[in-house]
């Protein structure tokens, strides 16, 4: 299922949803960010998802910045038109979450199946 490695990530399409794979376990700085959400919305740009899902289970932190670019990434999707969701946030990376309000803007979930599940579901009601 993935076909593209990238620098913090891996990604593949199927049935129009769009996963990301994130492989760092680490996003602290602002650098890094920048190229995650540059790299995330070339992959958008390549295949026209319908869906997108990032799988944060590899991750056991993320800096101000991350949130930043998710929320960048999330403009994005909303003005393309395409579903959002992300997945397997680690418990300290979900408390930040909660606390700066990302689960108000994206959809989250506990695992990527849950995630693909929802998503597909929401694509074919």
Known sequence: MFEEIYTHFDAG???EICTIRVTTKQLRHPEPAEVFKNEVLEVLEKTHPRGLLIDFAHVNFMGSTMFAAMLSIRM???RRGILYAIS???PDVELVSNI???????ATYDDAHAARDALTKALHP
Do not use: K
């Not at 700066?100 to 994206?106: E, S, Y």
């Open 76 to 78: 994005e999707t909303e």
């Open 88 to 90: 397997a946030l680690h």
């Open 13 to 15: 399409t199927n049935n």
């Open 100 to 106: 700066v309000g990302i689960p108000r803007l994206i």
